[in-house]
C-alpha cells in the first residue's frame, strides 16, 4: 500500500518526465500494464466521446436544443435578432437559428472518420503526455490534429445546407439591408464560415465532457482497459 501511494505521488511530482519509468515501478499485482495498453486506452477514451457525444450532435436538433453547444448569431447580428423579437417577429428570428443550427448538425457528420484516424494515430509518446495533461488534454490533442482538415470538410457542406434553404440569400439579405442603415457598423455577411467555426467549437466541446467524465469518474470507466490507464492519473 505504501509503495503504491508513493507511486501516485510519484506521478504528481514528475508532470511530463518518463511515464514508463513510474509504470514499472508499480507492483506487478496492482498493474500489469504497458507502453501499447497505455496508448490503446486513450484511444478508447476518445473513440468513446466520438460515440457518446459527437454523434449526439448529428441527430435533429442535436445543436439547438444542447445548450453548450447551441449556435447563436454573431455578436454583430444580435441586435437584428432583438429587433425581430421587440416587432413581434420571434418565430422567425427563431426559424433563422435554427437553420444555423441544422447546417452545422449536417456538417458534423463528416467528422467521424477524420476523428478516427487521428485516433489511430495517436503513439505511446502522446498518450504520455496527453495522461498527464489537464482535463481536456486528449481532446486538445484531437482538435490539434484535426481541425484544418475538419474546417475543409465542414465549411462546403454548411454552404449547401444554407442553399438548400435559402438560408444564404435570406441572411446576406438582412445583414445588406443592415448594414446599409445610418450610424451603423458593417458586419460580415459570411455565416458560413461563421456556423463552421462554431460547429467546429461544438464537436471538440463534446469529445471535452466525455474526456472529464472518464478522467474524474471512475464510473464512467466502462472498460478494464480504461479502468487500468486513467488509474495512473489518479
Known amino acids: 500500500m505504501k509503495r503504491l501511494l508513493l507511486c501516485v505521488l510519484a506521478l504528481q511530482l514528475v508532470g511530463c518526465a518518463e511515464l514508463q519509468q513510474v509504470v514499472d515501478q508499480l507492483p506487478q499485482g496492482t498493474t500489469a500494464i504497458g507502453n501499447d495498453q497505455i496508448a490503446q486506452g486513450l484511444r478508447e477514451a476518445l473513440n468513446l466521446g466520438i460515440e457518446k457525444q459527437v454523434e449526439k450532435l448529428t441527430s ?54 477524420i476523428f478516427v484516424d487521428a485516433v ?16 481536456n488534454a486528449a481532446t486538445q490533442y484531437l482538435e490539434q490534429a484535426t481541425k484544418t482538415q475538419l474546417y475543409n470538410k465542414f465549411n462546403p457542406v454548411i454552404k449547401s445546407s444554407f442553399e438548400k434553404v435559402g438560408a444564404d440569400k435570406i441572411w446576406s439579405n438582412i445583414i445588406t439591408k443592415y448594414n ?25 466541446t463534446m469529445i471535452a465532457v466525455e474526456e472529464q467524465e472518464i478522467r474524474n469518474k471512475v464510473s464512467s470507466r466502462s472498460t478494464d482497459l480504461l479502468k487500468k490507464v486513467f488509474a495512473l492519473q489518479d
Open 60 to 113: 435533429e436538433n442535436g445543436f439547438y436544443s444542447n445548450e453548450l453547444v447551441k449556435i447563436m448569431l454573431p455578436e454583430e447580428l444580435q441586435k437584428v435578432d432583438k429587433t425581430l423579437r421587440d416587432i413581434g417577429l420571434s418565430s422567425l428570428a427563431d426559424e433563422g437559428l435554427k437553420i444555423i443550427n441544422r447546417a452545422a448538425e449536417d456538417a458534423v457528420a463528416e467528422a467521424t472518420p
Open 120 to 135: 489511430k494515430g495517436i503513439t505511446f509518446n502522446d498518450a504520455k503526455q496527453i495522461l498527464l495533461g489537464n482535463n
Open 180 to 204: 446599409n442603415l445610418p450610424l451603423t457598423n458593417n458586419v460580415n455577411p459570411d455565416l458560413t464560415d461563421y456556423t463552421t467555426d462554431q460547429a467546429l467549437e461544438g464537436v471538440f
